[in-house]
């Protein structure tokens, strides 16, 4: 059910005399349960609605336009987060250290996120009839936790007696047209090598399934009481990447992405820019420094500004970003810009994504820094995404008072980077 708060002047709810306080009981008999079914049938030009007001229910004939909108806003949305019922070896969430702020410790495992906001799911909480939903509300596309489909490994991996079916449900939404965008987290010698194999060629056989991003299991230092994962190394990362290559090469599609984090690994190039399509991976860590160089190139061009910067970034991508700072220096006169990379002591040194910095840690990195300096340079994707918060709940206020220098938040993408440092861009 949805309650409405608002009826819009000049739309159809206003025509047809909704009212605030009405509630949405069902469209064309299916149950409202959510604003995904506002959303739905406000695309559609002839559907029934049933409300509620006060004690009578009314049947409402809607005919409209496709573009027109029924023009409401409601005092809820009904999308109470529907959280994980796995306990995998890998999940992160258990091993965050503990006083961060409690949004950080919900494992959500919601379908409905994932059409919505691109989240990664699961689907070993769905019902047959979350799934009949899905697919009558045509909700693509889809982003899926596959991790592995060979034998019972998916189930020992997500600790869930369910996890098996979910290739089952994959061959329904393909069957669909749902795209699906897919993810494996992939664990040294517990779904790679042969496993990998099997899982990649039994996706490649779902027309709907468009990208596939294998990427590493993040390891923290708070692991205490887990399951023991091994880290990979150069060596590992350089033949993960020789074999999505030949999985591809099998598959006769070029489907499957490495993280860029194991070309990093394994010092080895990125693939071109075209190599990556529509970068519909690029939230999962693929993709990122292919993007970075193709904007940079793009916007880059000789200037002068005389400023000197302190660019923040992650032990990872520390190489990456020193060189391109370089190269804004050759191109800007005047400029000068040192580049950090701080240890990650908040969730472990293993951790070397700029992302998951603290503030606390870039701090304590700046009071070692003995070079002169203007301004602080910092990824956006540092912060919280809806306020400027570190992960270790430190406000950039504080972090600048602390700082005692101007501090700037950019885009993590090769466009902003040059504009930052070249003063086109000063906020």
């Known amino acids: 059910m949805l309650t409405i708060k608002q009826v819009f002047e000049d739309t159809i709810g206003q025509e047809i005399g909704l009212k605030p306080g009405d509630i949405i009981l069902s469209f064309d008999g299916f149950d409202c349960q959510d604003i995904l079914d506002y959303y739905y049938f406000e695309s559609k030009e002839f559907f029934t609605m049933q409300v509620k007001r006060g004690k009578k229910i009314h049947d409402i004939e809607i005919e409209k336009d496709e573009d027109e909108l029924l023009g409401l806003s409601f005092v809820d949305d009904g999308l109470a987060i529907k959280t ?6 890998f999940c992160f969430v258990q091993q965050l250290p503990k006083g961060m702020r409690e949004s950080l410790y919900v494992k959500d495992d919601d379908f409905r996120q994932s059409f919505l906001c691109g989240n990664y799911v699961t689907l070993t909480n769905v019902s047959d009839d979350d799934i009949e939903r899905l697919l009558r509300l045509k909700l693509s596309p889809m982003y899926i936790s596959v991790h592995c489909l060979y034998g019972d490994v998916r189930e020992k991996m997500l600790k869930n007696r369910f996890a098996g079916r979910l290739y089952s449900i994959m061959e329904r939404l393909d069957k669909a047209g749902i795209t699906m965008h897919a993810q494996i987290v992939l664990v040294k010698n517990v779904n790679d090598g042969d496993k990998l194999d099997y899982t990649c060629h039994q996706l490649a056989k779902l027309e709907n399934l468009k990208t596939l991003a294998v990427v590493p299991c993040g390891i923290s230092g708070h692991r205490q009481g887990l399951t023991a994962i091994e880290d990979v190394d150069g060596d590992y990362s350089a033949a993960l ?80 970003i020193s060189s391109y700072a370089k190269k804004c220096e050759q191109l800007i006169d005047g400029l000068k810009v040192h580049v950090i990379a701080p240890e990650n002591e908040f969730f472990g040194k293993t951790i070397t994504a700029a992302g998951l910095l603290t503030g606390r840690d870039i701090l304590a990195k700046i009071n070692q820094t003995t070079q002169d300096f203007d301004c602080i340079i910092l990824p956006k994707n540092m912060m919280r995404e809806t306020e400027n918060v570190f992960l270790d709940n430190m406000t950039l206020e504080e972090f600048a008072q602390k700082s005692g220098k101007k501090v700037m938040l950019i885009s993590p993408d090769g466009a902003s980077f040059f504009k930052a440092l070249a003063g086109e861009i000063t906020e």
Do not use: W
């Open 84 to 89: 994980c019922h796995n306990n995998c070896i």
């Open 241 to 320: 990447i020789e074999q999505v290559e030949r999985l591809n090469k099998e598959c006769e599609k070029h489907f499957i992405f490495a993280a860029d984090d194991f070309y990093i690994r394994a010092k080895l190039d990125f693939p071109p820019y075209k190599a990556y399509g529509e970068f519909e991976q690029i939230e999962n860590g693929v993709g990122m420094f292919a993007s970075f160089m193709h904007d940079f190139e793009k916007v880059s061009h000789k200037s002068t500004y005389r400023q000197t910067f302190l660019v923040v970034t992650g032990v990872a991508a520390y190489p990456f």
